[in-house]
């Protein structure tokens, strides 16, 4: 069974190894967790998923694997030998639980209504006061309120357990779906790169050093410089939903090679074209949009700005006002994207649409207008290209534009 | 001495953080970290080495922490000084020998508690550097030709604020638990901690505020636990009445003492004006 759940989990994409899954075993050999399906699901988590992104994959695939396998942990407590019970009650009770003990009849007692009640119930039980299960107020099972309770398999916190854990999938923001085979990318991304010292001076200064040493008529004078570090900013603008459903796979994988190479690198989100908010959390779309003003006057010109999308649309998208298919914008979203070619100098577009079908749809010829030529296919040859754009000095004159001058940005 | 974690009277373990950092006692593994800022890793680790009776060594790693650094350093200036100055000292290679966290952490007459605090700041070769030394517990110091083997596996906890994407060999060798930020019922059992006799208006009404700055769109840096803490300390110290809380509907007015909560003027700024943007349209 736990073979089976090994290889569920390769195929639903958590990248677990062989080793892992023997680190398992072995936690189990140990009894680090113990007859409790709770326990042991924490306890797969721990050893199975390296990445919080992966938490949802996980529940999901435990969740189907192991359903009903709650069942049978609970049988597996029914056939517990009560001179286990006795000691773990000697252990874990106070002086005044135990006087409860008594009270209702002593150790022996209790077991011995378990068992009968054992067997006269034959279904997982749920609520009430009399069988064995969660939530209920009879002396039996787990989660109850009942102070001279047996607690069957699970310690700690009460009353917060109606709910599996791994129903509740809470994790499910994290889940990026990021496949392996970065590697390229970041290396495409890496010429980037614009390396500037700062920070405290720690590195030895070798020419320095013998300059002033010699100076110093051969007593040693040590000279340090500062470390060189990665000093570029980027800024991410990202074509979510709709037609980009199809790029999916290769936008997560430029998005996760960007997040890793680059210190300052902040991402917003678009639909089909650019309006006047973006927002940086899909799911919270509707509630925290961010005014594209606001990441106009944020964010300096010394940012680099990339563009994903693959710009195929209907025309009065981009040159109308109102143009927009999910709501009624004032202004086109071309005066929009005049106005960050202005503020940010150095942008370039990256198209995941094959280059052939280019000049096939209007739109994208429209957006290559716009933004002055500076678009690129999602290849590596094509990252190159823009990386290479991207790094050209400030003094390249802005790109013609071919509509009328930007209206000013309104006030705020 | 106990070899079981179960939290302290000061630090509320949930049963998933409680499960792990057992597994990676009885295991001997490597446990790794991650979570929000604030929400108690660090902690963690002197909490375990306190409730284990066990010595506690802290290695914070910086951006220009190499791996090295924690196994031993050779000081080859000082040598160079000292021959230039005629020490004796200079002919026994080991004077310069200095021993880093994990030597001394290996050197323990008790199993000790190491933490590498906020590995992601380093270099990205960094947790590469080290997956020997946590695998076998052991290394090799060059210059003097000795093996360092430690007397006890260490409980080693690792922390990461994810600002880089750690090795996958890396991550193998590990334990991984992310700590979720705590529900309002967890929260409120914290603060019992910390606070205890912590008049129940005020804590009430003090959640209440902080879970609605938390859920406040935009927020740079979003207020965490240990926020919390210190926003409630100085609520007691300035000995705020319940009512005057109650009054600051956090849409309406920015919360008394806000800068305990809010980090940045970019997210005062922010708050400012939603406050400005809901009294307007109330």
Redesign the interface.
């Known amino acids: 069974m736990l073979v089976n759940f090994f290889f569920e989990l390769r195929q639903s994409g958590v990248?677990v190894?062989v080793?892992?899954f023997l680190?398992l075993l072995?936690?189990l050999r140990?009894r680090?967790?113990w007859v409790s399906a709770?326990?042991f699901y924490?306890?797969a988590?721990?050893?199975l998923?390296?990445?919080?992104r992966h938490?949802d994959r996980f529940d999901r695939v435990f969740a189907q694997v192991f359903e009903g396998a709650e069942k049978l942990f609970e049988q597996i407590v029914a056939q517990i030998p009560e001179e286990w019970l006795q000691s773990l009650g000697a252990r874990t009770l106070s002086e005044e639980e135990k006087r409860k003990i008594e009270a209702l009849g002593g150790w022996n007692k209790l077991l011995e209504t378990l068992r009968e009640r054992l067997r006269e119930q034959k279904e997982r039980h749920q609520g009430g006061n009399k069988w064995i299960g969660t939530g209920g107020t009879s002396p039996f099972g787990a989660n109850g309120y009942n102070p001279e309770g047996i607690r069957i398999g699970q310690q700690?916190?009460r009353n917060?357990r109606a709910v599996k854990?791994w129903d509740q999938r809470?994790?499910r923001n994290f889940d990026d779906t990021v496949e392996l085979g970065t590697r390229n990318m970041k290396l495409a991304l890496r010429k980037l790169r614009k390396f500037a010292r700062e920070?405290?001076p720690?590195l030895l200064d070798l020419d320095g050093t013998i300059d002033a040493t010699a100076r110093n008529a051969g007593?040693?004078d040590?000279k340090l410089v500062a470390?060189r570090r990665n000093a570029v900013k980027v800024l991410l603008f990202l074509d979510v939903g709709g037609s980009m459903d199809d790029h999916i796979r290769i936008c997560e994988e430029l998005f996760s090679a960007a997040r890793?190479e680059f210190?300052h690198l902040v991402h917003y989100y678009f639909h089909n074209f650019l309006y006047e908010s973006l927002w940086q959390d899909n799911r919270?779309r509707s509630?925290?949009m961010?005014s594209t003003l606001q990441v106009l006057r944020?964010y300096t010109h010394d940012y680099r700005v990339i563009f994903v999308g693959d710009a195929t649309m209907s025309p009065y998208e981009i040159i109308q006002p109102g143009g927009s298919v999910d709501h009624w914008n004032k202004e086109a979203g071309a005066v929009w994207m005049q106005r960050v070619c202005a503020t940010f100098p150095r942008l370039v577009w990256l198209n995941p649409e094959p280059v052939e079908r280019w000049t096939y749809t209007t739109s994208i010829g429209i957006v290559r207008e716009l933004i002055g030529e500076r678009m690129f296919p999602v290849t590596l040859e094509g990252l190159d290209r823009a990386i290479a754009e991207l790094r050209r000095p400030l003094t390249r004159p802005a790109p013609v534009s071919t509509g009328p001058e930007p209206p000013p940005a309104p006030g705020f | 001495m106990n070899s079981r974690f179960t939290g302290t009277e000061r630090y509320i373990a949930?049963?998933?953080l409680?499960?792990?950092v057992?597994?990676a006692i009885?295991?001997a593994?490597p446990l790794?970290i991650?979570g929000e800022p604030g929400t108690g890793k660090t902690q963690l680790a002197q909490e375990i080495a306190l409730s284990l009776g066990c010595p506690l060594y802290e290695w914070h790693i910086k951006?220009?922490s190499k791996a090295q650094q924690g196994l031993y350093e050779y000081d080859a200036?000082s040598r160079?000084?000292d021959s230039?100055l005629g020490d004796a000292r200079v002919h026994d290679i080991g004077n310069y020998i200095l021993k880093g966290r994990l030597w001394e952490a290996f050197e323990s007459e008790v199993r000790p508690v190491l933490l590498i605090d906020e590995i992601d700041k380093a270099d990205i070769e960094f947790p590469n550097d080290l997956l020997r030394e946590l695998d076998r517990m052991e290394f090799f110091v060059y210059e003097t030709r000795q093996l360092v083997k430690a007397r006890h596996r260490p409980i080693i906890l690792i922390t990461s604020n994810n600002?880089?994407?750690l090795p996958?060999a890396f991550?193998?060798r590990?334990?991984?638990?992310?700590i979720?930020f705590p529900d309002a019922?967890t929260m409120r059992s914290i603060v019992e901690v910390h606070f205890p006799g912590l008049k129940q208006e005020l804590l009430a009404e003090a959640l209440t505020v902080f879970f609605e700055v938390r859920e406040t769109?935009?927020l740079k840096k979003k207020p965490s636990t240990s926020e919390l803490l210190d926003w409630i300390k100085l609520l007691l110290a300035e000995d705020i009445d319940p009512a005057a809380l109650r009054g600051t509907d956090a849409k309406k007015t920015i919360p008394i003492l806000h800068g305990a909560l809010l980090k940045n003027e970019?997210d005062v700024h922010l708050f400012e004006q939603l406050v400005f943007l809901n009294r307007r349209s109330r």
């Open positions: 990248p190894t080793t892992e680190t072995e936690a140990e680090v967790a709770q326990d924490y306890l988590r721990l050893c998923v390296k990445d919080e938490y700690g916190s917060r854990v809470e994790y920070g405290a720690d007593l040693l040590l470390e890793s210190k919270r509630s925290a961010t944020t | 949930t049963e998933d409680m499960m792990a057992n597994a009885t295991l593994r790794l991650k951006s220009t200036v160079l000084r230039q600002e880089k994407e996958d991550l193998r590990c334990f991984f638990h992310y979720r019922a769109p935009g970019q």
